[in-house]
């Protein structure tokens, strides 16, 4: 049989690759920006909204869906794509990441973690061969492998994890037996280059079919980011899709792209704007500020999402000042579509050899404001991780 799964790579620019990867659910363009819909919900936006906004790809988690509803309910349902009606390509993470960071007293060994449900205190374990039960139940098109999430910044932990993601890797590649479903290694190594050439190498030797670059975003520098990504990107198969988990800042996202990612996911874009913090080529903007009061303007001038088409900022500032839920929907509809619009705008780039153009002219007028809050969440993330390394 063959595969329902390629890539294609149309061209390359510099490190930048303009590509396809085809899932049984239909192509996804790259470089590729997917909404996250933990819950098997894109928080306030429906499967018509995706469509209509030109997402390729949507991420669900699979820590979540494995506590409510549970993967058996959504596989006796028909799998995820029919149980939430969106039939374009979805990718599940592994549910490593919640584990590491969101369950409570949690309790590694070699074979796999015991941890408690955030949400009633339950006790589960997750072993590679669980979680690609998971997965495979849950049906997405994409599956990552079981990883372990450590400090970015500890060497030494980052060693010792390291040799236990890849015995997980490993194990989770034989459990995994779905065609229809493609599975994802991940590299992780933290910001240390010899660790990243070690993980690349070890992982790319299992021949999966994309490699996702893990622990990143999560309290290192941008600095540090963008060298990670530098001697992570050439070290894996240069025939398989590059995943940058979890970073969905627009200067992040072309910064990446340049060193040859193509796939991102983040919660950013909807999350922030359920905060009343929208997306424009200026930087973000508040509509909570009474600056916008009287302001008859879209959000943003040229944009030609549902939300800048039709509505004010001042109508827009009133929905969200009366807690009205309308607002928190408007607002996602245009920052999905800011995102989705940087990610054709990038693609149109790559394309004709404009990269270099488009991220000068976009970093000359996005300004980063909001730096020093986004620091300030890495830091806390960071910590979030050591509290439970240290449990
Ligand atoms: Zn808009």
């Known amino acids: 049989m063959t595969s329902p799964f390629r890539f294609d790579l149309h061209k390359t620019s510099g490190a930048a690759r303009l590509s396809t990867f085809t899932t049984p659910h239909g192509p996804i363009r790259m470089p590729a920006f997917a909404p996250v819909g933990t819950l098997a919900n894109v928080k306030t936006l429906e499967p018509r909204d995706l469509d209509e906004l030109g997402c390729d790809l949507i991420l669900a988690n699979t820590y979540h869906l494995y506590l409510r509803p549970g993967h058996e309910l959504i596989a006796r349902m028909g799998g995820l794509h029919k149980f939430m009606a969106w039939h374009g390509p979805i990718l599940t993470d592994s549910g490593g990441y919640q584990v590491f960071s969101l369950a409570h007293q949690r309790e590694l060994d070699e074979d796999g973690v015991t941890f408690r449900s955030h949400i009633d205190g339950s006790r589960h374990r997750f072993t590679p061969e669980r979680v690609m039960e998971i997965e495979q139940a849950l049906g997405p098109d994409i599956a990552m492998v079981l990883d372990e999430c450590p400090d970015p910044l500890s060497y030494d932990y980052n060693v010792a994890a390291l040799a236990r993601t890849h015995r997980w890797a490993e194990r989770c590649k034989t459990a995994h037996t779905r065609p229809d479903q493609a599975l994802f290694g991940i590299v992780q190594g933290g910001v240390f280059p010899d660790l990243r050439q070690t993980s690349a190498q070890f992982l790319g030797g299992l021949d999966f079919a ?81 600056q916008y009061a009287e302001d008859p303007r879209p959000v943003q001038e040229d944009c030609t999402c549902y939300t800048c088409r039709t509505f004010s900022r001042a109508y827009l500032r009133h929905l969200y000042k009366a807690g009205e839920i309308s607002a928190l929907r408007f607002g996602t509809i245009h920052n999905v579509h800011f995102l989705m619009e940087l990610m054709r705008r990038i693609r149109a780039a790559i394309a004709d ?34 509290n439970q390394t240290t449990k």
């Open 210 to 290: 994309g490699y996702a670059i893990g622990g990143l975003a999560v309290g290192e520098t941008k600095e540090q980011m963008y060298a990670t990504l530098d001697e992570t990107c050439p070290a894996v198969p240069a025939d398989k899709p590059r995943y940058l988990m979890g970073v969905g800042a627009p200067e992040d996202i072309i910064e990446a792209v340049r060193r040859g990612v193509d796939m991102f996911d983040c919660v950013l874009p909807t999350r922030v704007a359920r905060n009343a913090a929208l997306l424009t080529p200026d930087g973000r903007i508040n509509l909570r500020n009474a």
């Open 353 to 386: 050899d404009t990269l270099d153009d488009l991220r000068a002219e976009f970093l000359a007028r996005y300004r980063l404001s909001n730096q020093a809050v986004r620091h300030d969440q890495r830091r806390r993330r960071r910590e979030n991780l050591l």
